[in-house]
């Protein structure tokens, strides 16, 4: 697509359920970025997918959270058991590829805003 | 562990001003920087990075960068600011060797721009 597009905009979830939020990145794009953004709290990076390779899960706050990335397009991440800390803004991103070296110029989607009551 | 410091949290400037917003790196390498800006209701978007060379760099609508390696800093500046600036800013690092997957992002500064 023209963009990275995330779906879906707003979700707003009891504490206890489970949440899946959707990226679909650029075409042609191998790397896929999830991070969280927090009031006052920058971006935090949650995983990284690139290509074929095993995911780079540093980031994920704990065991509820899980991502995949299948056919190495399209992106999920999957909050089970929602706390109302989870509540945040989950941006999406994807870069042409991945690595440093200058090769990490990310295109972000619109993100997913995720309210825990 | 890799951190970014964005000391101004929210900057308020009357247009014609000039601008200059702080970012610190802790990491000794080589690295990688950018400037991301989001405006109101916008997508997270690059307005410049350095990669090598000049460490001034010029990115989109008259921003430009200086990185200065003795002070791990890389800070955004602008001559003139225009009520259009109103956005929040973000500086972004990354190392430069390959194989690095992460960039680390600031906290961010809110810039508000009166008319």
């Known amino acids: 697509g023209a963009g990275v597009s995330q779906s879906p905009s707003n979700k707003v979830t009891e504490k206890g359920k489970d949440v899946e939020l959707r990226c679909d990145p650029i075409?042609?794009?191998?790397?896929l970025y999830w991070y969280r953004q927090s009031l006052g709290q920058g971006l935090e990076f949650l995983i990284y997918?690139?290509?074929?390779?095993?995911?780079?899960k540093s980031g994920l706050p704990s065991d509820r959270f899980s991502a995949e990335r299948t056919g190495g397009s399209v992106s999920t991440l999957t909050i089970q058991r929602t706390q109302q800390e989870d509540s945040a803004v989950y941006l999406c991103?994807?870069?042409?590829?991945?690595?440093?070296?200058?090769?990490?110029?990310?295109?972000f989607g619109a993100g997913s805003r995720l309210t825990v009551l | 562990a890799q951190s970014v410091s964005q000391h101004n949290h929210h900057v308020i400037l009357s247009e014609a001003a000039s601008l200059e917003l702080g970012c610190n790196y802790s990491?000794?390498?080589?690295?990688?920087l950018f400037w991301y800006v989001q405006y109101p209701g916008q997508h997270l978007q690059l307005l410049l990075k350095?990669?090598?060379?000049?460490?001034l760099v010029k990115g989109i609508k008259g921003f430009e960068a200086e990185f200065i390696k003795s002070k791990f800093s890389f800070n955004l500046r602008k001559p003139s600011v225009q009520w259009s600036d109103t956005a929040e800013y973000f500086c972004?690092?990354?190392?430069?060797?390959?194989?690095?997957?992460?960039?680390?992002f600031g906290t961010g500064t809110r810039l508000t721009v009166i008319p």
């Open positions: 350095y990669f090598s060379g000049d460490p």
């Open positions: 991103a994807s870069s042409l590829k991945g690595g440093g070296g200058g090769a990490n110029v990310l295109t």
């Open positions: 972004a690092v990354t190392p430069g060797w390959t194989g690095a997957n992460n960039l680390f």
């Open positions: 075409s042609g794009h191998t790397a």
């Open positions: 990491y000794g390498g080589t690295v990688n």
């Open positions: 997918f690139q290509g074929n390779s095993a995911p780079d």
